[in-house]
DNA sequence: AAGTGGTCTAGACCACGTT
DNA sequence: ACGTGGTCTAGACCACTTG
């Protein structure tokens, strides 16, 4: 709660970009907590690429366009939309249940029931991406129309208790089918972005497959890293020549 | 320390897939340390998707192959060169002190002297990569050949003490201009996966600006996110009709 | 010297899952 | 009932930056 009020002000500019969040001391007083609670939160908002902290000088809001395109993370079309303001529509192209192809099993039990559903997202008008959901069925029993036009991730979490937690995405670019290919209204050589998605639920278990085809001109991703050093740093042991 | 203790014995299946890591409690012990020690180092696990932390049971090794590609944070090609063994070249076409393009200009102030440097990555043995930098001259005083065949990044860190610490990384689709198409040996409509890259170091300050021009039937970027909450609840409130 | 963030501690209480 | 992770506390000491 501490993080996401202090990003509401990030985002209104109560903390500009290029000042200073008053000392962690400070904000501890502010919202009667103790320091670690507070470094949580700073660190949450760390890792979100809008602040960052520098030993003794404090905590510095960055001017990153963090609000314009936060793509990288699991966020829904949906929350999208709300966040940039752009004028974008979704078109349900069909839901029906069904069991998910062999093709994409991954490392699932044999056959797997689950919802398939494709939707066309439309921005100021024109065709820009072709989703491919398929939601498996044991853990969704049910998925309204409704859900599928408006956001599955709000149904699923607010409405079942879903808790959504990490997802594996892949990005390439490949050949379009032809079915994805008139969609989308693709000319030339038919070229699109694919994001693979494996989406899990907090319990490990796998709930959604996606792919999504983007036309390649409308495409844009955009990420925040930050530096890690625990992977690299394994580094192998060369053999002594 | 204690995190990257743990990923090792991750990798090295000491910790196994699927099941979990001693509990917290243990791992105190282990390590001679505080809970919120031990909480903090299992976080980072967290954070990288190495784990998944289940309330009420424990700390569950995941299996996604988080050390096959770990393309999304700020890793450098040599680093993945190690961690993958994969036959990969680094061949140095061009390194020379200029000055940043305007165009590039991403509110810089006026002129800016920076170390450019073009890379052509091979895997084997075929163009895979066409890397452009600048490396802004302050803070880069000096640039060994050497540094630019090897890592860049291992000279910066570990020669300089620099801090990287932030990077914003931008995908799209584009048309390759003719020296890139030329060197990475593209035919057809000569489209690319163009990756730019700002990145950072600890006290905000700007140093490198990278474009990447990646053979698009070669290009794989994975990623791995975790639902994150703080952003997205800040919905706009809409007019009441 | 004073203020800042970085790290750690030893305890506490809670919520969840299993037995 | 017990063990697990989730959260918080009130203090401590350190390292870095600035005046």
New interface residues.
Partial sequence: MI??DI??KI?HKIYAPQTFLPSEHKLCELYGTSR?TIRKSLE??N???LI?K?KGRGS?V?N?Q??TF?I????SFK?LN??L?MHAKTVVLQLEKTMVPTSLAVGLSNEQPAFFLERLRLIDGEPDVLDRDYLLSPPVEKLPYQAAEDSIYAYLEEELGFK??????????ESAPAAVREKLNLS??G?V?LVRSLT?L???SLFQITASYHR??K??????????????????RKPQL
């Fill in positions: 993080a996401q990003a509401i985002k670690e949450q908002l890792e979100l690429g960052q520098i510095l960055l990153l963090r609000f936060p990288s993370g699991i966020t929350e709300q966040t303001g959504i937690s990490y997802a594996t995405k892949e990005i390439t670019v030339g050589e070229l972005v899990y907090a319990d490990t390649p001109d495409f844009k991703f955009t990420d925040f890293a930050r530096r890690k050093r625990i992977l690299t740093h394994t580094k192998e």
